[in-house]
């Protein structure tokens, strides 16, 4: 069957098998697919939730962990949640929110699995404050290439190359990980406009203490407005600051109850004249929301959850992420070099998201200490043309590039920005990994 | 007083749905199955998504002379019971080996309904409950490539009709579900129209609805009741070439 990524782009012909127990998996690992064009052990990826923007959970043969979807444990005094690796963020959030527990760390949907979210060792809001999601992972069960599963902790081999390490390390069965006490499920959110983009850093480093921050960034505006952004800072509320009437039930909050996109909308919807109309008016929206509210979790952290099926709207074609981090010492000349560039061809993108990084310790993760700028480009010829240039830019500025939302990066450009996958690579030869978890995306990386 | 649902097969992905569905309404649950051992792993994961008390039950829908032991034996007489045992087996088997027949035949038909005969009476003496039974489609007309789970599923679904008779004016309802194709472990890897296809989860909560509003017959996509009456309707001159 043909599989996708969130992207869309690209597709590969590939089988997909849904086991139900590790005995079930452990075959597949093994022995293959029972049936379809990937007969014998390996190549094999795990796939969560699809939500992997390029080709990083596609592949000849992904094995889907929609069975492993139960969770196991929880310890109310440390919040140390065990489960298995199909259960999404959403999931967690609904079973303990009610409790007075949130994710110590989310990205910008909830509908992701844990395997997939300690696979790209994904990063949220907090990323500056409190790290990301792999700091607050206190095991991991892995099945490696003989079938057997392994709990490692932080510090092994296993655990650092796992965490980041794109599901090529073997299939993710169950972790534990670490929930903080929330008093409610209301953020308290700062709105800053900042007209340009030295104003949107500026903004950043000024309100570095906050818990959460993010900027959405309008790339369609040139000359003097290049960069403007609408920066939102957010803290958890605690009971006493919201109104009388929500003390009672503080963790009842508003919840999306938004359409879905039923078609693919035809290619053409999203166009440089939309997209610049949208950043426009979401710019002059954001200019005018009251500088502090207070607003539910759901909106906050995953405003395009609202819209089921978002991806439909940039059509069967699909569309493209880039996100790259640019360190701090070259960060500015960066941003704008980059800004620059997708202004001069009039690519624009749809959206576009900004934020400030903190220091990374991980081995392989992505973040690192600057600031990180994520794009999504309609499927073209016109954006395609563009990546290599974006990507040069990247390059010469130090920066490097996430893989749970590349497509179409090549070998070289990995190798350049990011030595520490020639490690990663050297390593799985020696457990026998090699060939045997594989998805399109370490194929064209040569990983 | 918290409420009760039992659940009959509870190691089915529709049963799962279920009772992840009635435990988010703050059910307690009782799984039942035989090897109830395997279904500790899911009575945890109740407990912790939607704390109510999850209790696992041996049971055998073909030892048929053991159930009022086994409804005995439950903590409490439940204040719903869904019934959602069921094998599709091999229609091929079927018709060669008596046997493999006469499995499907018992468990589709004759363990369901012995069953849900002997709830719905303690129901009654009680005063009230609700008897669920999870039919087919496939018993709305019997079709070369699964008849014989067919006529098990047509003589569940009489069953059902009969009892929601029989209990009309007491305080006991019954409800007949036929969800139609269902992306479960029973139809995995058949080629299904998506359009036809339901989620376990979107069964569970048609049961739900039904309980709630009162229903008597489900089916879980409008379109199926549609789909059967043309089937139901066809006559048979015709609908014998068919090939469905």
């Not at chain 1, 699909?318 to 790259?324: S, T």
């Not at chain 2, 998504?49 to 005995?72: I, M, N, Q, W, Y």
Request: net charge positive; charged share 20%; aromatic share 8%.
């Amino acid at each position: 069957m043909q599989l996708e990524g969130w992207g869309r782009y690209p597709r590969t012909e590939g089988t997909l098998s849904a086991p139900r127990d590790t005995a079930a998996l452990a075959a597949l690992v093994t022995e293959g697919p029972a049936t379809g064009s990937a007969k014998g052990p390996g190549p094999l990826i795990a796939r969560g939730m699809g939500r992997a923007y390029g080709d990083a959970a596609i592949g000849r043969h992904a094995v889907s962990t929609r069975h492993f979807n139960r969770m196991i444990a929880f310890d109310d005094q440390t919040g140390q949640l065990t489960a298995e690796s199909g259960v999404t963020l959403g999931e967690i959030i609904d079973a303990f929110l009610p409790r007075g527990w949130f994710l110590s760390v989310t990205p910008g949907t909830q509908f992701v699995s844990l395997g997939g979210a300690i696979a790209a060792d994904v990063h949220g809001k907090n990323h500056h404050s409190e790290g990301s999601f792999g700091t607050f992972v206190d095991w991991i069960e892995v099945m490696g290439p003989d079938g057997r599963v392994t709990r490692t902790l932080p510090g092994e081999d296993l655990f650092e190359w796992t965490l980041g390490g794109m599901g090529l390390t073997g299939v993710i069965v169950r972790c534990a990980i670490r929930l903080k006490r929330v008093e409610s499920g209301w953020i308290r959110q700062q709105t800053i406009a900042a007209p340009n983009l030295d104003a949107a850093l500026a903004a950043f480093e000024r309100t570095y203490a906050a818990t959460y921050s993010m900027a959405w960034i309008d790339c369609a505006a040139s000359g003097a407005t290049m960069g403007r952004s609408i920066v939102m800072n957010g803290e958890h509320a605690s009971r006493a600051e919201l109104p009388a009437a929500h003390r009672g039930t503080p963790f009842v909050t508003p919840r999306h109850k938004g359409p879905r996109v039923p078609v693919d909308l035809p290619g053409f919807v999203l166009n440089p004249w939309s997209i610049r109309a949208f950043n426009a008016l979401y710019y002059q929206k954001g200019a005018h929301t009251p500088p502090s509210s207070l607003v539910g979790w759901e909106p906050f952290f995953y405003p395009l959850d609202a819209i089921r099926d978002w991806n439909r709207i940039y059509g069967r074609k699909g569309f493209m992420q880039f996100q790259c981090v640019v360190p701090l010492e070259s960060h500015a000349e960066g941003l704008r070099a980059i800004l620059e560039a997708i202004s001069r061809t009039g690519a624009g993108s749809f959206l576009a998201v900004l934020k400030r990084f903190g220091a990374q310790n991980s081995r392989l993760s992505f973040p690192m200490e600057g600031y990180t700028l994520a794009l999504d480009f309609p499927m073209t010829q016109r954006s395609l043309a563009l990546m290599p240039e974006l990507d040069r830019i990247t390059a010469d500025h130090g920066g490097r590039f996430y893989l749970a939302k590349d497509s179409r990066m090549s070998a070289d450009t990995l190798r350049r920005t990011d030595p520490r996958w020639q490690d990663f690579s050297a390593w799985r030869s020696t457990q026998g990994m090699t060939g045997r978890f594989t998805s399109a995306q370490s194929e064209r990386l040569g990983l | 007083m918290t409420a009760t649902v039992l659940i009959l097969g509870a190691r089915s992905d529709i049963a799962r749905a279920c009772a992840h569905r009635y435990a988010q309404e703050g059910y307690d649950v009782q799984l039942a199955a035989r090897d109830a051992a395997t279904l500790d792993a899911d009575a945890q994961d109740l407990r912790l998504r939607h704390r109510v008390a999850v209790s696992t039950h041996e049971f055998d829908v073909l030892d048929t002379a053991g159930f009022a032991a086994f409804l005995d034996s439950l903590p409490v007489l439940p204040d719903t019971a869904i019934c959602a045992v069921g094998v599709m087996g091999d229609q091929v088997a079927s018709q060669t080996d008596p046997a493999a027949a006469a499995r499907v035949m018992r468990t589709n038909f004759e363990g369901p309904a012995l069953i849900l005969e002997q709830l719905a009476a303690r129901f009654e003496t009680r005063g009230h409950g609700a008897v669920i039974g999870i039919s087919s489609v496939a018993g709305d007309r019997g079709r070369a490539s699964n008849y014989v789970y067919g006529a098990a599923k047509a003589g569940f679904t009489a069953y059902l009709s009969g009892l929601r008779n029989r209990l009309s004016r007491s305080q006991v309802q019954v409800i007949t579900v036929k969800p139609g194709f269902v992306a479960t472990r029973m139809t995995e890897g058949m080629d299904l129209n998506p359009r036809l296809t339901a989620t376990p989860q979107a069964v569970a909560h048609a049961i739900w609805r039904a309980q709630r509003k009162q229903r008597d017959i489900v089916y879980v996509k409008p379109v199926w009741r549609l789909v059967m009456t043309v089937i139901r309707t066809l006559p048979e001159v015709v609908f014998k070439r068919t090939r469905l």
